[in-house]
């Protein structure tokens, strides 16, 4: 069975949407994981992304500050705590 973008998206998700936060140990076990996905998706499919699926599956912190800034900025008493 060939994966699809679909497929790829799906998993992507599925793993940004859980990743734990425990510590170093926790964080190194999540970034083993999503690797293995890599390399087992590339063993399926030549053209697979390893960049672009590392990116979907793996939040970035400055995307969650920002989140957490707008949040804060829409709640009336937010603005006040800064």
């Not at 999503?34 to 390893?50: G, H, I, K, S, Y």
């Not at 970035?60 to 800034?69: G, K």
Request: net charge negative; proline share 6%.
């Amino acid at each position: 069975m060939t994966f699809t973008r679909q497929h790829y998206e799906a998993i992507a998700a599925i793993l940004r949407n859980n990743v734990p936060v425990q510590g170093e140990a926790v964080d190194i076990a999540f970034a083993d994981l999503v690797n293995d996905l890599a390399d087992f998706f590339e063993a399926d499919n030549p053209r697979f992304d390893r960049q672009r699926f590392h990116a979907a599956a793996v939040p970035n912190p400055a995307d969650e500050v920002e989140q957490i800034t707008e949040l804060l900025k829409s709640d009336p008493w937010g603005s006040s705590r800064w």
